[in-house]
């Protein structure tokens, strides 16, 4: 038995379709969705990333705004920036595109963008909001996934959960949105003392690393759904140069009932939850203004 995989690219042409028909009923209203992107220095991983974000937006009649600084570009310059949006009312999404070099203060960066356009659910206001279950913005690769457990129609609630990684970004907003969505969650990490015992127990394993190919088919219980949040370029063996995942697709794939591929399954749906987000963002923006 091999396992069912969970497509995202499919699954992102899908919610793009309504994201899109969303964004053409803002912009009949007069109110075009809009996100801004900036990009400090000129690390070509994050310049394919924005790349595809901005992409993404044309492709779903979102209007975008791309904000491009050197290396060097000092904390003033970046916050001066985030004030001129925070006061643009055409503007719906801010999303600062991480890593930042190490000179700026990414917590204070983050703390700047209005919460209201924070798509990326990073300000610490958001992430109170979604740890107490209220509305907000949820980031988009933990919310990108339990949108592909749901219409995978994996059962969350009363389900055995476990996360691998407790990052800001990902792993506690993770293990956050699954326990709203009455998961029983264990959250590991790099000091988990026996982390197969945790991951053979589990039903839904969430792996976001960091590490090539990490969780192998023998750490994962026959039938369970597996959800890969890794993206890692190969720089050595037979597959160097090629993308994978933190998990062993090959042995995993033999064990599990479903599971997402690497590329082709959380990446994409990262990119339409932002797209989604800034939606959302418009269409408060119109209700607000009564429009
Ligand atoms: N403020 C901020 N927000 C982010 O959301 C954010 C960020 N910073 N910094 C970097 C990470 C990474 N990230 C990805 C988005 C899409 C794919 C994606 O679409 N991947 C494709 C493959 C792309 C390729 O070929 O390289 C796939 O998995 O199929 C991957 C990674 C968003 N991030």
Redesign the pocket.
Known sequence: MTARIID??ALSARVRGEIAERAAALTARGVQPCLAVILVGGDP??A??VR??VAGCEKAGIRSLRFDYPQDASQQEVMARLAELNADPSVHGI?????LPAHLDETAVLEAIDIRKDV?G?HAENVGLLSQNREGFVP??PNGVMKMLETAEVPVQGAEAVVIGRSN?VGKPMAMLLTNAGATVTVCHSKTRDLAFHTRRADIVVAAIGKPRFVTGDMIKPGATVIDVG?NRLDSGPDAGK?CGDVDFASAVEVAGAITP???????M??TM?LENTVVSAERAARDAGK
């Open positions: 995202g690219n991983a994050s394919v990333y595809n974000k999303l600062v595109q991480l890593p990326d990073f988009c690769t970004i993206i993308l690497v590329p082709g399954g959380v990446g994409p990262t990119i932002l």
